[in-house]
């Protein structure tokens, strides 16, 4: 039996943003394994799902229960809050389990706010590393903007880091204090929303510009040369 791990749209409708066999794939799925049951089931639900009668688990510590459709014969769904799951997402945790016990597991196509951040950068796409969050103390933080930023130097290889949304702010300051001026910084807030923007400017560029960007949900994109 097969997991199929399923990409679940920030902005746009699922029948907006998935391709039409995801949505077939999907709508064959009895069994869910969710981040969070309440916009699983809204995401469900547009797509014309009967949700009550489908069975929609939390993702917690017991992983072995909750591959029990598969072992039944039943295909399984993961479902991220938003986004891709497995990336940057507890879902990891159960696609290794499945790998354990020998089922298939199938990613589904459709939208990755890391990768749609990268394309839209303009910023090294051969070489490119996903740091997830940095750390929360501003000493700590600081000191791993510089270790990203040199490597990203030594490596042509670009950066790539998320926040959570009411620290943005707070990390973009850290970001425009600790970074050499002709450093790129691309920041790509609310994909796949209408009030999507990606800016990339240098260090010395987003000081002048003193922008802030808010509680949106942002991807960080960091290019030393």
Known sequence: ????????????????????????????IKDFVVENAKSARAFLGALGMPVRELKIETIGEDLSSLLAPLREGRPLGLLSEAGCPAIADPGAALIEAAHREGFRVVPLVGPSSIVLALMASGLEGQRFAFSGYLPREDPERKKRIRELEQRSRREKETQIFIETPY???????????????????????????????????????WRRAKAAIGRRPAVFLLLSV
């Open 1 to 28: 039996m097969t997991l199929y791990a399923i990409p679940t749209p920030l902005g746009s409708s699922p029948a907006e943003a998935l391709p039409e066999p995801a949505l077939q794939k999907i709508r064959q």
């Open 167 to 205: 620290r943005n702010d707070v990390l973009l300051a850290a970001l425009l204090e600790s970074c050499n001026p002709n450093t790129r910084l691309c920041v790509a807030a609310d994909l796949t929303l209408p009030a999507e923007s990606v800016v990339m400017q240098t260090i010395a560029g």
